[in-house]
């Protein structure tokens, strides 16, 4: 990272993180107030699970074998390590950061209190997939399009589902975002 990138990017995107963190409250309330908004967002949430995310991988990167196409193979290889890695720094970063979920101790967001919800798992590793694959050179703008928008999709979903507060799926959306980019950039 440059500097450019640093106080034109991270900080901006950081210091907005850190500001919704006092709207999380509010907004995470909101949903308790709406069973069918948790509902649909439930399905939805399911698609940026990991066992999905980890078919949708390994199934490009086969794809790609069985037609002998090397970008198809470097897409699904790409998504595969972007999945790796998000799983293990959200982890890293949960642990760390132990904050309490929507539902806990009336929607007050706490850090450092043992539980898991900073940064949004299910945002992080989608658009780290999602990323990964659209940057892969050769990767088809209807691929790009798609995958963006289901790791919205998903990363939203969570929020319905009372899962996460805004904070840790802006945070999850853009770490991962970056650790796609490094992936298809380095590999």
């Given at each position: 990272?440059n500097?450019?990138?640093?106080?034109g990017?991270v900080?901006?995107?950081?210091?907005?993180?850190?500001?919704?963190?006092?709207?999380?409250?509010?907004a995470?309330?909101?949903?308790a107030?709406?069973?069918?908004?948790?509902?649909?967002?439930?399905?939805?949430?399911a698609?940026g699970?990991?066992?999905?995310?980890?078919?949708?991988?390994?199934?490009?990167?086969?794809?790609?074998d069985?037609?002998?196409?090397?970008?198809?193979?470097?897409m699904?290889?790409?998504?595969?390590?972007?999945?790796?890695?998000?799983?293990?720094?959200?982890?890293a970063?949960?642990f760390?950061?132990?904050?309490?979920?929507?539902?806990?101790n009336?929607?007050?967001?706490?850090?450092?209190?043992?539980?898991d919800?900073?940064?949004?798992?299910?945002?992080m590793t989608?658009f780290?997939?999602?990323?990964?694959?659209?940057?892969?050179?050769?990767?088809p703008?209807w691929?790009?399009?798609?995958?963006?928008?289901?790791a919205?999709?998903v990363?939203?979903?969570?929020w319905?589902?009372q899962?996460?507060?805004p904070?840790?799926?802006?945070a999850?959306?853009?770490?991962g975002?970056?650790?796609?980019?490094?992936?298809?950039?380095?590999?």
């Amino acid at each position: 990272m440059n500097k450019k990138q640093a106080f034109g990017i991270v900080l901006p995107l950081a210091l907005t993180t850190f500001a919704l963190t006092y709207a999380d409250a509010d907004a995470g309330r909101y949903p308790a107030t709406r069973p069918n908004l948790r509902k649909v967002s439930n399905y939805i949430s399911a698609v940026g699970a990991g066992y999905a995310l980890g078919g949708l991988t390994v199934g490009t990167l086969l794809y790609g074998d069985v037609k002998n196409d090397t970008e198809i193979i470097r897409m699904g290889r790409n998504g595969l390590l972007a999945l790796a890695g998000a799983w293990t720094d959200n982890y890293a970063l949960k642990f760390a950061l132990g904050r309490e979920r929507p539902p806990d101790n009336d929607h007050e967001g706490r850090f450092w209190k043992g539980k898991d919800s900073f940064p949004s798992g299910h945002a992080m590793t989608t658009f780290a997939v999602a990323s990964a694959m659209a940057h892969t050179k050769g990767c088809p703008k209807w691929v790009k399009i798609t995958s963006y928008s289901v790791a919205a999709a998903v990363s939203f979903a969570r929020w319905g589902a009372q899962r996460h507060y805004p904070s840790d799926i802006l945070a999850g959306a853009t770490l991962g975002y970056f650790l796609g980019r490094s992936v298809a950039a380095n590999h």
